[in-house]
């Protein structure tokens, strides 16, 4: 029986045979998903794949990329957002 | 559109999003640029025209301008109020030039001492590592041999004769 903490659809299952032949489970954390661009939803670079408790464990220059929308959307895609929003910036005047 | 004294946004890295004005155009599609710093933290340095987006407004400067030239040019076109920027101090103007000294000074020492430092440490690690090799090397193949060539020549001939004997008994 997994512990109480263990019985839940988060956990992976591992299929593991024993020396002696048996068939046991392992239980081990789900990983998370891969970051994606909020805009065109390709995997982001330079955001790494770790659960939350490890994440915490990293410096923040090693979690996102440093620049405006970093860890949130892809470098191409923050060329474009800059290019409107100047493009907005100086049409009223 | 792009030519000296063009206030531009710059589109890529760090500092995407914030303004600079051209004080060179190159060959090959670069550009010499400045925020300065202390006005829009965008340092003084060479940057693709990809990376740059120009804007309407223009300043008037000389080619290659300092960037205390730059801030007075700002001054009497009112730019700063349309940057949504306070103007910067003179504490702010004399933070930004001790760094960027400070900078110089670090990048000038590390390009005249480190490379004859390495160049003396890499050769010497090499030389140390192999030897080890060697000895391990040296000492762990000959008791491997010994021990294999003993076996093998007590198994195969006992195998041999096993199966002489079997198929002699078969017959």
């Known amino acids: 029986m997994p512990t109480p903490a263990q019985r839940t659809r988060s956990f992976r299952k591992d299929r593991v045979t024993t020396p002696g032949g048996k068939v046991k489970i392992h239980y081990s954390k789900k990983q998370p998903g891969i970051a994606k661009c909020g805009n065109c939803k390709k995997p982001l670079s330079g955001v790494p794949r770790k659960l939350p408790t490890e994440l915490k464990k990293l410096k923040k220059t090693q979690k996102r990329p440093d620049r405006p929308y970093g860890g949130t959307l892809c470098s191409p895609c923050t060329k474009a957002k800059m290019k409107s929003k100047n493009m907005e910036r100086w049409e009223n005047d | ?171």
């Not at chain 2, 060479?46 to 007075?72: F, G, M, Q, R, Y």
């Open chain 2, 1 to 171: 559109m792009i030519e000296v004294g063009r206030v531009c946004m710059k589109t890529a890295g760090r500092e995407a999003g914030k303004f600079c004005v051209i004080l060179d155009v190159m060959e090959d599609g670069y550009v010499l640029v400045t925020g300065p710093k202390a006005a829009t933290t965008v340092k003084r340095r060479k940057c693709s025209l990809h990376h740059v987006e120009p804007t309407p407004e223009t300043v008037k400067i000389k080619k290659n301008a300092t960037d205390d030239e730059v801030l007075a040019a700002y001054k009497q076109a009112g730019l700063f109020s349309k940057f949504g920027t306070k103007e910067p101090t003179a504490k702010d103007v004399e933070k930004a030039k001790d760094a960027e000294r400070k900078r110089a000074t670090k990048a000038k020492e590390e390009k005249a001492k480190p490379k004859a430092e390495k160049k003396e440490d890499k050769p010497e690690e090499k030389k140390a590592e192999p030897k080890k090799e060697e000895i391990k090397k040296e000492e762990k193949p000959k008791p491997k041999a010994e021990k294999k060539e003993k076996p093998k020549a007590e198994k195969k001939p006992a195998k041999s004769a096993a199966k002489k004997t079997t198929k002699k008994a078969k017959k």
